[in-house]
């Protein structure tokens, strides 16, 4: 129960975990050696936690071997795989601090981190799909002098790392894991910036280890638990709320593919009896939406988590109804905060679990505030959506005056527009900042406009979020050109775009105009954009639609 303001403080007979995350999977290790940690269905490659605390030990000793220092940044650049995992652990076992690099990234984005973190060991896969990673990372990096050694994944490189293992010892890394603090950073993730660049939210062992463990209690995991991964590694829900999870519980991560494909993720549910599965909502409605869904057995599945996005209503109810996930949970959160702030229960009504986001988390206090005073408001009125406790990042790496504003009295305040109800539910009902969330990914349309500043014909850019039912929100630009430019279409600012931003940050639709909506004082009036925008494109349908 809350009190008469929008506050709650989720209270909790299970202490926090006081230990690194290498202390953390050396526990699980002892307890189930023989047991399955890791299925890489792609790969054909399973390993128990015998096997996972062997390989994670090789990569940690190649990873010193080469140089590596606890606090330096190494970054990681690869869709889901099993070595994606192992660097992940090893990483936290010499204290290294883990770089996730969006594998959708191209050359702009990548120097940008590369830069920004101050990396100096990358790992890279070799190419995905369409991307050339190897042509990037050279194309960038003769200017970063910092950046001194790339390991390829598949690549000799990367075989050269592991066996310049043996030139270490085991007691070097155990003498540098007794060294590390759980309070210690470890992990950078960047999350698109209002500035026009990504900021790197920095976690601490502390921050994310406690946050997999208990979005694990949610869902009543324990030892038997296998659960499919399809969301991406470098984002927390893969590698907080997904492995983490996993390992604080002793239960095992299966990786459907190297990225989301819905048969896949279904036939792995099926092959290995999968008991979780998780997605943001666009992924569930693709795996609905096959033609022979019915043909899959998903009759392993009780829970799972649906986050990242809001969740169409009805999405839930066949997600419950037809995927046998009976327990599913509904997550809200975001980086900064290691991510999970709100989650609901496998013991809420169905009603509860389709239209909130939850109740506040094991030891963590949430409120609903005014966003100039930052004091609780009422009970149902809307405010901005603030966090405190264990799981608010340490900072933006190197932008103290970013951390300040988005942290303040130790909260972070999120920039979205939240109502608490009487027994502590909430609703996410929009966003005081005009971030866009596409299909999980969030997106500053600030980042986006200043790069279409470039285009040689755009005087001014404005980019909204618009409706879309597959993916929640689409970007739409508004631009204005130059005197004498050849009316730019859709098809020639995604030609523009390609290959110098990531694909979900490439507007769908482009509008041309002399001058945009203004209020008096001389602001731009993104709302009445959106609205206009929704009448002229027809997608009052996709409006209209219900979410949690």
Not at 64 to 85: F, H, K, Q, S
Not at 441 to 470: C, K, M, W
Request: hydrophobic share 40%; net charge negative.
């Amino acid at each position: 129960m809350t009190s008469a303001i929008s506050y709650a403080s989720g209270t909790s007979s299970v202490p926090l975990i006081g230990e690194t995350i290498d202390a953390n999977l050396r526990r699980a290790v002892a307890a189930y050696p023989e047991r399955e940690a890791v299925v890489d269905v792609a790969a054909g490659r399973r390993l128990t936690y015998g096997q996972v605390d062997a390989a994670v030990e090789q990569v940690a000793r190649g990873l010193m071997a080469r140089g590596v220092a606890a606090g330096d940044r190494v970054g990681i650049w690869a869709p889901n795989c099993l070595e994606w995992y192992l660097v992940q652990y090893a990483t936290a076992r010499i204290g290294a601090i883990l770089v996730n690099i969006n594998p959708s990234y191209r050359t702009h984005e990548l120097e940008y981190v590369l830069r920004q973190a101050g990396i100096a060991t990358l790992v890279s896969a070799v190419a995905f799909r369409t991307s050339d990673y190897r042509a990037m990372i050279e194309q960038v990096r003769g200017g970063l002098p910092a950046l001194a050694d790339v390991v390829y994944l598949g690549d000799r490189t990367w075989d050269d790392l592991l066996a310049g293992a043996a030139a270490v010892g085991a007691q070097e890394v155990a003498d540098r894991a007794a060294g590390l603090g759980f309070d210690d950073p470890i992990n950078i993730q960047y999350t698109s910036g209002t500035t026009g660049f990504p900021k790197g939210a920095t976690l601490s062992h502390h921050n994310i280890l406690n946050n997999g463990y208990f979005v694990g209690e949610a869902m009543g995991y324990a030892f038997e638990d296998r659960i499919c991964v399809p969301v991406p590694f470098y984002h927390c829900f893969g590698m907080v709320m997904g492995n983490l999870s996993a390992t604080s519980h002793g239960a095992c991560v299966v990786i459907p593919a190297p990225a989301f494909e819905p048969a896949a993720t279904l036939q792995a549910v099926q092959d290995e009896r999968c008991t979780s599965l998780y997605g943001v909502p666009t992924m569930f409605i693709a795996e609905l939406g096959l033609p022979n869904f019915a043909d899959y057995d998903l009759t392993s599945l009780r829970t799972g988590c649906m986050a990242g996005s809001p969740c169409p209503v009805e999405v839930m109810k066949r997600v419950v109804n037809e995927m046998h996930m009976e327990q599913v949970t509904i997550a809200y959160g975001m980086t900064e905060t290691s991510p999970v702030a709100t989650q609901t229960g496998a013991d809420d009504t169905l009603d509860r679990r389709v239209s909130t986001v939850g109740r506040v988390h094991p030891h963590v206090e949430i409120k609903v505030a005014d966003p100039e005073t930052g004091r609780p408001l009422p009970i149902g009125e809307p405010g901005e959506f603030c966090t405190r406790g264990y799981s608010v990042m340490i900072g933006y790496w190197d932008e103290p005056d970013k951390t300040a504003d988005a942290i303040r009295g130790r909260w972070m305040h999120t920039g979205d527009l939240a109502v608490m109800d009487e027994e502590g539910y909430v609703n996410i009902v929009g966003r005081i900042k005009d971030m866009v969330i596409r299909g999980g990914e969030n997106i500053y349309p600030r980042e986006i406009e200043e790069f279409l500043y470039t285009h040689p014909d755009v005087v001014d850019a404005q980019v909204i979020g618009v409706p879309d039912e597959r993916y929640g929100e689409e970007l739409m630009a508004w631009v204005r050109l130059r005197d004498g430019a050849v009316p730019l279409t859709a098809a020639a600012l995604r030609e523009f775009c390609s290959g110098r931003l990531a694909h979900y940050k490439i507007p769908r639709y482009v509008h041309v105009v002399d001058a945009f909506p203004m209020t008096v004082t001389g602001k731009i009036r993104k709302v009445q954009m959106r609205e206009e925008s929704i009448a002229m494109l027809g997608l009052e349908t996709a409006a209209a639609a219900r979410h949690a």
